[in-house]
């Protein structure tokens, strides 16, 4: 049977679902804060203290310096008797109250228990979560599972796969962390490069820039050294190669630790879609990864500028203006 118009409307808007209208926070003629429909018709009486926007459908909200969360009716799903909460991310939020640390669920349910003296919050990227309680650090799963147990004083987030620890370093009275030493687990917590050095950087491009006594050393996710190196300071690893300084010029390695393009520049940006901003004389160019320049030293010094390719412009300063290049060096539309 042929379908009318309307019967046909229906059918797409079943199909399809309606297009919810985004709500916003406002304040009203009271100093407290509601919300709104795109079109300005309020949907949420103004009586917090504070609101925030939503995610995944609730929304933090303040009342008496305690925090909790409301659907997008008003109804207060999560109950407000945080000090502190969060937005959600994959059905989970983080809250706090009395200093201790923990996640709630959509149903108000804490999945993490409220004891932890800090957390870091999940994300799709990272399956596992940085916390701290009673000054050990370790990490937990979205169940709450202790995965790798707080035995270590001090720890950073997993990078490719691999989590920077400490053993035996300490707080100062200005809450700087130094001492102990550092070395390398894997999301099991199985110690993959030995705690032996007194700083490391975090892994990236599968290599990281580690310190042991007064050498500099780039090491493999085994663990293996591969190169000492001897440059007076060293950035990540971007696009196959690092920055490096050597008597205040600036060059670059690869992640073998080779020498690919020399100490030569007074300042270098990094390398991005092939190429890499750098200075010399006071005036910027770009160079590919061989040394070879590919965009003459035309441009202007600018602090505002990156020097660097997105997709595929460079943003640079060019008689006091700063304008966009494509990566033959001519000028095009931001």
Known sequence: MRKTPTV????????????????????????????????????????????????????????????????????????????????????????????????????????????????????EEKPLALMKINEKHGFIDKTGKEVVPPNYDNAQDFYEGLAAVNIGGTLDEEENFSGGKWGFINEAGKVVVPIIYH??????????????????????????????????HIRGFLGGVAAVQMDGKWGFIDSKGKEVIAPTYEDVSYCSEGLIGVQLNEKWGFIDKTGKVVIPFTYDICLECSNAFANGKADVSLGGMIIYIDKQGKKVQD
Request: glycine share 10%; proline share 2%; aromatic share 14%.
């Open 8 to 123: 046909l409307v229906m059918t797409i808007f079943l199909a399809f679902g309606f297009k919810v209208k985004a709500q916003t926070s406002f304040k009203g003629d009271n100093r407290k804060y509601g919300y709104k429909d795109a079109s300005g018709k309020v949907i949420i009486e103004p009586k917090y203290d504070r609101a925030w926007a939503f995610q995944e459908g609730l929304a933090v909200v303040e009342l008496n310096k305690k925090r909790g969360h409301i659907d997008e009716s008003g109804k207060e799903v999560i109950p407000l008797k945080y000090k502190y909460a969060w937005g959600f991310k994959q059905g989970m939020a983080k809250v706090s109250v009395g200093g201790k640390y923990g996640y709630v669920d959509k149903s108000g349910k804490e999945v993490i228990p409220l004891k932890y003296d800090y957390i870091e919050f999940f994300d």
């Open 199 to 232: 700083r490391v950087g975090d892994f990236n491009e599968g290599v990281a820039i580690v310190f042991k006594d007064t050498k500099k050393l780039l090491i493999d996710q085994t663990g293996k050294e591969l190169v000492t190196l001897r440059y007076d």
